[in-house]
């Protein structure tokens, strides 16, 4: 296994192997008051930063707060990435990971140029990963504020902080077949994803945006009351501003919160004319 920071020390000859999940794995520190990004040390004591890495995937993929997005046809972080996960020798891992390295510097430093403050860029280093085990194969690509969680050089837990400050921003590529997927997963710290994270970095489209995802929901439902309006327009009127009222409030979309807050304890004006069944 080609690893730029080195391998798990193996087992005792008599005692079976453990095959890692870390595929390949490369660090560098981002700081935009670089010109180029450093490539981290080797390191033996990894087990910290495997398990770590592992819960990136799981958080990212199973956050409320994930974004799906596609690349760009001309996406130069797709092609570094591509490029890093059918690589065969070390070198070709080290120059796909650094060029990857090199766009998010670029994307940083171009933000930083836009901006008077830096506060949402926080100093960090950038994770490539191939990560696969029998139920996951995939490329993490995540921003880790390594002060905060890892101490420098070991890689190994410091204690009493929460693992979740260590992530500034994340991504998982699934990988089907050998063959990288054209969509990613992104996650932010600060909730809504950076767009140097998104789009100057990686290159990439939110498939559906929040904005067309709720007209869609509202555009559906509202189409429901239609047949009520005929048989009592105060009753279509009282659904119709509950269901407004449940969008303007609500940034996520869930079915059940959405049918309680429409008709949870809603009396008809008109029982005659219109019947809510439990």
Not at 13 to 22: K, L, R, V
Not at 183 to 206: M, P, R, T
Not at 230 to 241: A, F
Not at 251 to 271: A, C, E, M, R
């Amino acid at each position: 296994m080609n690893n730029a920071l080195g391998a798990v020390s193996s087992a005792a000859p008599a005692q079976p192997t453990i095959t890692s999940p870390i595929k390949k794995l490369y660090v560098y520190d981002i700081d935009v008051s670089q010109k180029i990004p450093t490539h981290v040390t080797q390191s033996e004591q990894m087990s910290d930063l495997g398990s770590f890495l592992l819960r990136v995937s799981q958080e990212t993929m199973t956050s409320p707060n994930k974004k799906l997005y596609e690349f760009e046809p001309t996406s130069s972080a797709q092609t570094c990435i591509k490029e890093f996960l059918t690589a065969t020798t070390q070198a070709e891992e080290e120059i796909s990971s650094m060029n990857l390295a090199k766009l998010l510097l670029d994307a940083e430093k171009n933000t930083s140029s836009r901006v008077s403050q830096l506060a949402g860029i926080k100093k960090g280093s950038m994770v490539l990963c191939h990560y696969e085990t029998n139920d996951i194969n995939c490329i993490i690509v995540t921003k880790l504020d390594f002060e905060s969680f890892l101490e420098r050089e070991t890689y190994s837990k410091k204690q009493g902080l929460p693992d979740k400050k260590g992530i500034l921003k994340s991504c998982v590529i699934n990988i089907d077949s050998g063959i990288l997927n054209k969509d990613l997963y992104l996650l932010d710290s600060n909730g809504l994803v950076a767009s140097f994270w998104s789009k100057s970095f990686f290159e990439a489209n939110q498939k559906i945006n929040d904005v067309v995802n709720t007209k869609n929901a509202y555009k559906k439902i509202s189409r429901a009351f239609v047949g009520l309006a005929q048989k009592s327009r105060v009753d279509y009127q009282q659904l119709k501003n509950n269901l407004i009222s449940y969008f303007s409030t609500n940034t996520t979309f869930v079915l059940s919160d959405l049918l309680d807050s429409l008709i949870g304890n809603y009396k008809p004006v008109d029982p005659g004319k219109m019947r809510i069944s439990p």
